[in-house]
């Protein structure tokens, strides 16, 4: 059994949220989560992961220009990913008791930055238009240096020209922010680079419409 407090990073994620709209916390997660999901990537194949694309449904479009990772979807029916998935829930259920967001769902996939690739500034969703509410990335790599590149840029809610910080992704740093709040960029890497995006969600179905759709 795992002694990890995990209460204590949920606490200081909804304490951070409340206060800012952005929590950063390095040594986020239980390590053994951090060993099997770093199992999992070593067990993966180059051609498992997808060129990301850009918008949902009809309006997804691939732009390298504007993105160059590739993704691969986490799935709970992989034991080796059970475990961040259910870090996740239990960190929704927190939030949803102690901030009453009505977080609903939670998807993420796993995100391979190669040698060069870069991510945009943008925002995960627009206000009144989607029903991400709180993203969150997670790293997966050890012994991250600044020379290697790929930071996490954020950028200032009020003035989108401004950077709040840039974030190293070294293992086990844990980012959370307000989808619709915070715009940011990756910063283009110098070596291979691992990281988990996800999204908690409000549920927006209507009749006839089932949201959110992959």
Same mark, same amino acid.
């Given at each position: ?17 409340? &206060?800012? /709209?952005?929590? #950063? ?8 989560i ?17 060129? &990301?694309? #850009? /918008? ?7 732009? *390298? ?11 709970? /029916?992989?034991?080796?990913e ?26 993420? %996939?796993? &995100? ?9 500034? %943008? ?29 996490? *840029? ?12 840039? *974030? ?6 844990l ?22 995006? /996800? ?9 006839? %419409? ?5």
């Amino acid at each position: 059994m795992s002694n990890f407090d995990s209460q204590n990073v949920y606490t200081q994620i909804a304490d951070d949220l409340r &206060a800012t /709209g952005l929590s #950063i916390i390095e040594s986020a997660v239980d390590p053994q989560i951090i060993q099997n999901l770093n199992k999992r990537i070593a067990t993966l194949e180059e051609d498992k992961f997808q060129t &990301a694309g #850009i /918008g949902r449904q009809s309006d997804h479009e691939k732009n *390298v220009k504007i993105r160059r990772d590739k993704i691969l979807w986490l799935d709970q /029916g992989n034991k080796l990913e059970l475990g961040y998935i259910q870090a996740m829930d239990e960190l929704k259920d927190f939030l949803n008791r102690r901030l009453f967001m009505g977080l609903f769902s939670y998807e993420s %996939h796993f &995100a391979h930055y190669q040698e060069g690739a870069f991510y945009k500034k %943008h925002l995960d969703a627009f206000k009144g238009r989607a029903n991400r509410v709180l993203t969150t990335v997670f790293y997966l790599n050890d012994q991250w240096q600044a020379e290697h590149g790929g930071e996490l *840029v954020i950028y200032d809610p009020n003035d989108h020209e401004k950077e709040l910080c840039r *974030v190293l992704p070294n293992q086990g740093t844990l980012v959370t922010f307000l989808s619709d709040e915070f715009p940011h960029e990756v910063l283009p890497a110098r070596k291979s680079r691992y990281s988990i995006a /996800g999204w908690f969600r409000i549920n927006a179905s209507t009749a006839g %419409h089932i949201d959110p759709p992959r």
